[in-house]
């Protein structure tokens, strides 16, 4: 069933939206309280990374939207390009993470348990096997204890995506902002043309020049923190994996996110460089 948690000022659905599996008898007796708490668990994580992976598609959905105005817009388009590329660094992370949960975790996590089931001699080897099912995609998903330090650096991510998706949307609608003023400009030069004297000049705001200007200085400032800040948490987070404990553990998700050896061969690819920084400046 859908079940809704109590909700906080400023909480959406994404927030609020969870699943409970109504589970009876005699099947509680394999699948108990405790096994239904690591299955909530495991909806919740992905269930945060789905809402993450949604972030950046609606994003890029709204730039296709917009990208027919920025193409008549120099400025605002040079800004953009510098999104698409922090965008595209966010997607590589997200959508290699999910598959690797989806695919190295949960779908190997099944077979292997399809197996177990098969050789299963009585009751109590099913419920044993099933217990090793559930901790074994907690424990890859990085959902225990143990892992908290990582799943914390994984979390902090997810923050900073949701914040570069939000200023984003902040740019995009100044772009629009400054496209709707400058058309209104140039209707009210044109029917001042043809009318002449005889027209009376429409009040408008496409007189204060400085008013999207500054919307777009403090945007691509807060933009350049955002990179500079997400380039430390994904290099923070890179470097756990390589961890001895980990290493192991999560080599198919570190072998995702740098199987061409971008990271390794070079290590300065984990900071965001000086001169990158300089492009943010408006």
Same mark, same amino acid.
């Given at each position: 069933?859908?079940k809704l948690l109590?909700?906080?000022?400023g909480?959406?659905g994404? %927030?609020?939206?969870? #699943?409970?599996y109504r589970? *009876?008898?005699?099947?509680t007796?394999? @699948?108990s309280a405790q096994?239904?708490?690591?299955y909530l668990r495991?909806?919740?994580f992905l269930w ?9 598609s609606?994003?890029?959905?709204q730039?296709?939207?917009?990208a027919?105005?920025l ?5 605002f388009?040079n800004h953009?390009?510098k999104?698409?590329i922090?965008?595209?660094e966010?997607?590589?992370f997200v ?8 695919i190295?975790?949960i ?5 292997n348990?399809a197996e177990?089931?098969?050789n299963a001699?009585?009751?109590?080897e099913?419920?044993d096997?099933?217990?090793v099912f559930v901790?074994?995609?907690l %424990?890859?998903?990085l #959902?225990t204890?143990?892992? *908290?330090?990582?799943?914390?650096q994984? @979390?902090?991510i997810?923050?900073l995506?949701?914040?570069f ?6 740019l ?10 400058k ?14 004297e005889d027209y009376?000049?429409v009040e ?5 020049e400085?008013?999207?200007?500054v919307i777009?200085?403090e945007t ?5 923190f955002i ?7 994904f290099?923070?987070f890179?470097?756990?994996l ?5 290493a192991?553990k999560?080599?198919f ?6 199987f061409?050896?971008?990271y ?10 000086y001169?990158k920084?300089e492009?943010?400046k408006?």
């Amino acid at each position: 069933d859908i079940k809704l948690l109590d909700a906080s000022p400023g909480d959406t659905g994404w %927030d609020i939206f969870s #699943l409970f599996y109504r589970v *009876e008898a005699p099947v509680t007796t394999v @699948i108990s309280a405790q096994m239904m708490k690591g299955y909530l668990r495991i909806f919740n994580f992905l269930w945060r990374v789905k809402r993450v992976e949604h972030s950046l598609s609606s994003i890029w959905t709204q730039h296709m939207k917009s990208a027919h105005l920025l193409h008549k817009m120099g400025e605002f388009k040079n800004h953009m390009h510098k999104c698409n590329i922090l965008r595209h660094e966010m997607i590589h992370f997200v959508s290699n993470l999910l598959n690797y949960i989806m695919i190295e975790v949960i779908e190997g996590a099944w077979i292997n348990f399809a197996e177990k089931l098969k050789n299963a001699k009585d009751l109590n080897e099913v419920i044993d096997e099933h217990q090793v099912f559930v901790n074994q995609i907690l %424990d890859r998903a990085l #959902l225990t204890i143990k892992h *908290e330090k990582i799943y914390k650096q994984l @979390i902090k991510i997810f923050d900073l995506i949701f914040r570069f998706k939000y200023t984003q949307e902040m740019l995009l609608t100044a772009a629009q902002e400054e496209y709707q003023r400058k058309m209104d400009k140039e209707n009210n030069d044109e029917m001042k043309r043809m009318l002449g004297e005889d027209y009376e000049e429409v009040e408008d705001d496409y007189k204060d020049e400085n008013v999207t200007s500054v919307i777009t200085k403090e945007t691509m400032s807060h933009l350049q923190f955002i990179w500079k800040d997400y380039k430390d948490a994904f290099g923070e987070f890179f470097t756990l994996l390589k961890d001895d404990e980990l290493a192991s553990k999560l080599k198919f998700l570190s072998f995702r996110l740098d199987f061409n050896e971008f990271y390794t061969n070079n290590p300065k690819n984990l900071k965001m460089k000086y001169n990158k920084l300089e492009e943010f400046k408006v």
